[in-house]
């Protein structure tokens, strides 16, 4: 199957640091992205679709101005958490939809811990 | 979007063969049904997907009956590392299928 990557896969950061997140489809071409968010032991939660080369849906509750997202390439795209905080830290999670078939394939994650 | 209920856990001995059975009352005439596997601090991995009737892959098979409103995941003679949490969606070609995640069934495998 295509092999969705993430980078970093964990990062630590003071509060009121900025983190960037990369997701990058690396055997593809995925005009659309999907972010979700997984606290422990929980589900995960779609976050905002990405589309490349437009701006990110973001679903109900989720800030935008928040997690800014950038699809600048059909193959890369980045959550940037600003001005991060504690309860920010959870497992970000980024899956991408191959254009041929609409089939989607999940990157590994990046755990984000906010001090 | 068509919502799925699962059991909340599921236990199971090395060898067993383990049924994993999902509600989707509301599914809808487009929608495809998609399982994932996930494993702690790991991204979901896809199972296997049918729209109707049965598949079957290398890995587990899947039963729709004709209404389409529940489904199951047939895992054969599971060994430890299948302890995991499997996920059971609804969802159109448009949407990749895949968008909404219920809570899952967390499977334990036991030797």
């Known amino acids: 199957g295509a092999v969705v990557s993430q980078h970093p896969s964990r990062v630590i950061c003071k509060s009121g640091t900025s983190v960037k997140i990369e997701c990058r489809s690396l055997d593809f071409q995925a005009t659309t992205m999907f972010w979700y968010r997984q606290f422990p032991k929980k589900s995960l939660m779609l976050m905002a679709t990405?589309?490349?080369?437009?701006?990110?849906?973001?679903e109900q509750g989720v800030e935008k101005d928040k997690f800014l997202i950038n699809h600048a390439s059909l193959t890369l795209s980045t959550l940037t958490v600003t001005s991060a905080h504690p309860e920010d830290s959870s497992f970000y999670i980024c899956?991408?939809?191959?254009?041929?078939?609409?089939?989607?394939?999940f990157g590994p994650g990046t755990r984000l811990t906010v001090l | 979007l068509a919502k799925t209920t699962q059991p909340i856990s599921m236990d199971s001995y090395e060898g067993q063969e383990v049924n994993i059975t999902c509600s989707h009352n509301n599914i809808a005439t487009n929608d495809y049904i998609t399982w994932y596997q996930q494993f702690p601090s790991q991204g979901p991995r896809f199972i296997i997907q049918g729209y109707k009737t049965k598949v079957t892959n290398e890995v587990a098979s899947l039963f729709i009956p004709a209404d389409r409103k529940s489904s199951t995941l047939s895992l054969p003679r599971v060994s430890l590392s299948d302890t995991a949490v499997y996920y059971c969606?609804?969802?159109?070609?448009?949407?990749?299928?895949?968008?909404?995640f219920g809570k899952g069934t967390s499977l334990l495998v036991t030797p």
């Open positions: 990405s589309n490349e080369g437009s701006k990110a849906t973001y």
């Open positions: 899956s991408a939809r191959v254009a041929a078939n609409n089939e989607q394939f």
């Open positions: 969606l609804v969802g159109d070609r448009n949407s990749g299928y895949a968008l909404n």
